[in-house]
Protein backbone atom coordinates (compact mmCIF):
# COMPACT_ATOMS: atom_id res chain seq x y z
CA UNK A 1 0.00 0.00 0.00
CA UNK A 2 1.34 3.04 -1.26
CA UNK A 3 0.00 5.77 1.52
CA UNK A 4 1.79 8.75 -0.33
CA UNK A 5 0.54 7.98 -3.80
CA UNK A 6 -3.00 7.44 -2.33
CA UNK A 7 -2.33 11.34 -0.40
CA UNK A 8 -1.06 12.70 -3.61
CA UNK A 9 -4.39 11.13 -5.42
CA UNK A 10 -7.25 12.67 -3.42
CA UNK A 11 -4.86 15.91 -2.10
CA UNK A 12 -5.65 15.06 1.75
CA UNK A 13 -2.69 15.50 4.36
CA UNK A 14 -3.08 13.88 6.82
CA UNK A 15 -1.74 14.35 10.28
CA UNK A 16 -2.19 10.57 11.52
CA UNK A 17 -1.19 8.24 8.43
CA UNK A 18 -2.16 5.10 10.68
CA UNK A 19 -5.85 5.95 10.56
CA UNK A 20 -5.12 6.03 6.68
CA UNK A 21 -3.62 2.67 6.44
CA UNK A 22 -6.30 1.15 8.53
CA UNK A 23 -8.77 2.63 6.44
CA UNK A 24 -7.52 0.21 3.66
CA UNK A 25 -7.09 -2.33 6.13
CA UNK A 26 -9.59 -5.79 5.86
CA UNK A 27 -9.55 -8.35 8.52
CA UNK A 28 -8.54 -11.10 6.67
CA UNK A 29 -4.87 -9.48 6.62
CA UNK A 30 -5.06 -8.43 10.17
CA UNK A 31 -5.56 -12.16 11.50
CA UNK A 32 -3.08 -13.39 8.73
CA UNK A 33 -0.67 -10.97 10.67
CA UNK A 34 -1.01 -11.09 14.08
CA UNK A 35 2.50 -9.98 14.96
CA UNK A 36 2.01 -6.55 13.27
CA UNK A 37 -0.81 -5.63 15.75
CA UNK A 38 -2.98 -3.96 13.15
CA UNK A 39 -6.30 -2.93 13.55
CA UNK A 40 -8.91 -3.31 10.78
CA UNK A 41 -11.47 -1.39 9.03
CA UNK A 42 -14.79 -2.04 10.42
CA UNK A 43 -15.15 0.70 13.49
CA UNK A 44 -14.25 3.28 10.51
CA UNK A 45 -16.87 1.85 8.33
CA UNK A 46 -19.24 2.44 11.13
CA UNK A 47 -18.10 5.95 11.60
CA UNK A 48 -17.80 6.64 8.01
CA UNK A 49 -21.84 5.06 7.20
CA UNK A 50 -22.97 7.64 9.66
CA UNK A 51 -20.53 10.91 8.05
CA UNK A 52 -22.02 9.85 4.57
CA UNK A 53 -25.78 9.56 5.16
CA UNK A 54 -25.19 13.09 7.32
CA UNK A 55 -22.98 14.63 3.86
CA UNK A 56 -25.72 13.23 1.42
CA UNK A 57 -28.42 14.32 3.56
CA UNK A 58 -26.90 18.30 3.43
CA UNK A 59 -26.11 17.69 -0.16
CA UNK A 60 -29.69 17.00 -1.44
CA UNK A 61 -31.60 19.17 1.25
CA UNK A 62 -29.64 22.32 -0.11
CA UNK A 63 -29.98 20.81 -3.90
CA UNK A 64 -33.35 19.97 -4.18
CA UNK A 65 -35.49 22.62 -2.08
CA UNK A 66 -38.59 21.30 -3.60
CA UNK A 67 -38.35 18.29 -3.17
CA UNK A 68 -40.70 16.39 -0.35
CA UNK A 69 -39.14 14.16 2.60
CA UNK A 70 -39.84 11.19 1.17
CA UNK A 71 -38.58 11.37 -2.12
CA UNK A 72 -35.53 13.15 0.08
CA UNK A 73 -35.23 10.34 1.58
CA UNK A 74 -35.52 7.57 -1.20
CA UNK A 75 -32.99 9.12 -3.18
CA UNK A 76 -30.60 9.23 0.14
CA UNK A 77 -30.81 5.66 0.51
CA UNK A 78 -30.28 4.82 -3.02
CA UNK A 79 -26.74 6.67 -3.03
CA UNK A 80 -25.66 5.34 0.20
CA UNK A 81 -26.15 1.83 -0.96
CA UNK A 82 -24.06 -0.96 -1.07
CA UNK A 83 -23.90 -0.79 -5.36
CA UNK A 84 -23.76 3.03 -5.42
CA UNK A 85 -20.58 3.19 -2.70
CA UNK A 86 -19.05 0.40 -4.85
CA UNK A 87 -19.51 2.16 -7.64
CA UNK A 88 -17.65 4.98 -6.18
CA UNK A 89 -14.95 2.99 -4.96
CA UNK A 90 -14.04 1.40 -8.22
CA UNK A 91 -14.61 5.06 -9.86
CA UNK A 92 -11.76 5.98 -7.36
CA UNK A 93 -9.44 3.19 -7.61
CA UNK A 94 -9.91 2.33 -3.90
CA UNK A 95 -9.42 -1.02 -4.69
CA UNK A 96 -5.65 -0.85 -5.74
CA UNK A 97 -4.67 0.01 -2.31
CA UNK A 98 -6.87 -2.66 0.14
CA UNK A 99 -4.51 -4.70 2.33
CA UNK A 100 -5.94 -8.11 2.23
CA UNK A 101 -5.33 -11.57 3.36
CA UNK A 102 -4.22 -14.23 1.08
CA UNK A 103 -7.14 -16.29 1.25
CA UNK A 104 -9.57 -13.36 0.41
CA UNK A 105 -7.04 -12.21 -2.76
CA UNK A 106 -7.31 -15.26 -4.04
CA UNK A 107 -11.19 -15.65 -4.18
CA UNK A 108 -11.86 -12.35 -5.52
CA UNK A 109 -12.12 -9.83 -2.91
CA UNK A 110 -10.34 -6.98 -4.40
CA UNK A 111 -13.61 -6.90 -6.98
CA UNK A 112 -16.34 -7.75 -3.85
CA UNK A 113 -19.13 -5.01 -4.27
CA UNK A 114 -19.72 -5.60 -0.63
CA UNK A 115 -16.17 -5.60 0.68
CA UNK A 116 -15.42 -2.49 -1.47
CA UNK A 117 -18.04 -0.48 -0.15
CA UNK A 118 -16.74 -1.01 3.46
CA UNK A 119 -13.64 0.65 2.10
CA UNK A 120 -15.19 3.36 0.95
CA UNK A 121 -17.18 4.19 4.19
CA UNK A 122 -13.83 3.35 5.94
CA UNK A 123 -12.05 5.74 4.11
CA UNK A 124 -14.39 8.55 4.89
CA UNK A 125 -14.54 7.36 8.47
CA UNK A 126 -10.97 7.95 8.56
CA UNK A 127 -10.97 11.62 7.27
CA UNK A 128 -13.40 12.54 9.15
CA UNK A 129 -11.69 11.52 12.25
CA UNK A 130 -8.25 13.11 10.92
CA UNK A 131 -9.82 16.07 9.19
CA UNK A 132 -12.92 16.84 9.96
CA UNK A 133 -16.72 17.23 8.74
CA UNK A 134 -15.59 19.85 6.29
CA UNK A 135 -12.88 18.34 4.75
CA UNK A 136 -15.13 14.97 4.06
CA UNK A 137 -17.74 17.99 2.80
CA UNK A 138 -15.30 18.82 0.23
CA UNK A 139 -14.36 15.50 -0.52
CA UNK A 140 -17.28 14.48 -1.69
CA UNK A 141 -18.56 17.55 -3.50
CA UNK A 142 -15.21 16.87 -5.48
CA UNK A 143 -15.00 13.52 -5.99
CA UNK A 144 -18.07 12.40 -5.71
CA UNK A 145 -21.18 14.51 -6.00
CA UNK A 146 -20.39 15.79 -9.53
CA UNK A 147 -21.45 11.45 -10.70
CA UNK A 148 -24.59 12.19 -8.82
CA UNK A 149 -25.50 15.80 -11.17
CA UNK A 150 -23.90 13.88 -14.42
CA UNK A 151 -26.15 11.53 -14.37
CA UNK A 152 -23.00 8.94 -14.21
CA UNK A 153 -25.21 7.27 -10.86
CA UNK A 154 -28.89 8.18 -12.83
CA UNK A 155 -29.81 5.02 -11.00
CA UNK A 156 -30.05 6.65 -7.90
CA UNK A 157 -33.22 8.01 -8.79
CA UNK A 158 -35.91 5.55 -8.89
CA UNK A 159 -37.23 7.03 -12.73
CA UNK A 160 -39.40 3.25 -13.07
CA UNK A 161 -41.28 3.72 -9.84
CA UNK A 162 -41.85 7.67 -10.60
CA UNK A 163 -42.95 7.26 -14.19
CA UNK A 164 -45.51 3.89 -12.93
CA UNK A 165 -46.38 6.40 -10.28
CA UNK A 166 -47.27 9.07 -12.90
CA UNK A 167 -49.28 6.45 -15.49
CA UNK A 168 -51.44 5.10 -12.67
CA UNK A 169 -53.01 8.42 -12.19
CA UNK A 170 -55.03 7.52 -15.60
CA UNK A 171 -56.97 4.79 -16.34
CA UNK A 172 -55.80 1.25 -18.08
CA UNK A 173 -52.31 2.52 -18.98
CA UNK A 174 -49.68 0.00 -19.45
CA UNK A 175 -45.95 0.22 -19.48
CA UNK A 176 -43.54 -2.24 -21.52
CA UNK A 177 -39.64 -2.24 -21.16
CA UNK A 178 -37.43 -4.24 -23.87
CA UNK A 179 -33.73 -4.29 -24.63
CA UNK A 180 -33.59 -3.67 -28.21
CA UNK A 181 -29.67 -3.75 -28.55
CA UNK A 182 -26.47 -5.41 -27.08
CA UNK A 183 -23.68 -3.55 -27.93
CA UNK A 184 -19.68 -3.25 -26.57
CA UNK A 185 -16.88 -6.35 -25.41
CA UNK A 186 -18.27 -8.21 -22.30
CA UNK A 187 -16.73 -5.87 -19.89
CA UNK A 188 -17.37 -2.96 -21.69
CA UNK A 189 -21.04 -3.91 -22.85
CA UNK A 190 -23.54 -0.76 -23.67
CA UNK A 191 -27.35 -1.81 -22.94
CA UNK A 192 -30.19 0.09 -24.97
CA UNK A 193 -34.08 -0.32 -23.75
CA UNK A 194 -37.08 1.25 -25.37
CA UNK A 195 -40.39 1.71 -22.85
CA UNK A 196 -43.49 1.78 -24.43
CA UNK A 197 -46.61 3.59 -23.06
CA UNK A 198 -50.02 1.57 -24.46
CA UNK A 199 -47.92 0.61 -27.49
CA UNK A 200 -47.95 4.50 -28.66
CA UNK A 201 -45.09 6.63 -26.75
CA UNK A 202 -41.93 5.36 -27.09
CA UNK A 203 -38.73 6.79 -25.35
CA UNK A 204 -34.94 4.90 -25.52
CA UNK A 205 -32.50 4.98 -23.14
CA UNK A 206 -28.47 3.98 -22.27
CA UNK A 207 -26.83 2.30 -19.85
CA UNK A 208 -24.10 0.04 -18.90
CA UNK A 209 -26.63 -2.46 -17.48
CA UNK A 210 -30.26 -3.57 -18.82
CA UNK A 211 -31.50 -2.11 -15.26
CA UNK A 212 -29.65 1.13 -15.86
CA UNK A 213 -30.52 1.71 -19.69
CA UNK A 214 -34.14 0.70 -18.13
CA UNK A 215 -33.71 3.37 -15.52
CA UNK A 216 -32.61 6.16 -18.84
CA UNK A 217 -35.55 5.00 -20.84
CA UNK A 218 -38.08 5.93 -17.94
CA UNK A 219 -36.49 8.89 -17.38
CA UNK A 220 -36.70 10.38 -21.13
CA UNK A 221 -40.05 9.05 -20.82
CA UNK A 222 -40.95 11.05 -17.65
CA UNK A 223 -39.31 14.53 -19.31
CA UNK A 224 -41.86 13.25 -22.83
CA UNK A 225 -44.83 13.62 -20.47
Known sequence: MD????KNKFSITF???QLLRQAFTHSSYVNEHPQKKLYDNERLEFLGDAVLE????????????????GDLSKLRA????????YRFS????LNEYILLGKGEE???????QALLADVFEAFLGAIYLDQGMATCQT???RFIFPHIVDDTFSHVMDYKTKLQELIQEGKDNVLKYHIIEEKGPSHAKEFHAEVILN???RAQGVGHSKKEAEQAAAKNMLEKL
Open 3 to 6: INEL
Open 15 to 17: KNE
Open 54 to 69: LAVSDYLYKRHQKMSE
Open 78 to 85: NIVCEESL
Open 90 to 93: TLLG
Open 106 to 112: RTGGRSR
Open 139 to 141: FLE
Open 199 to 201: DKS
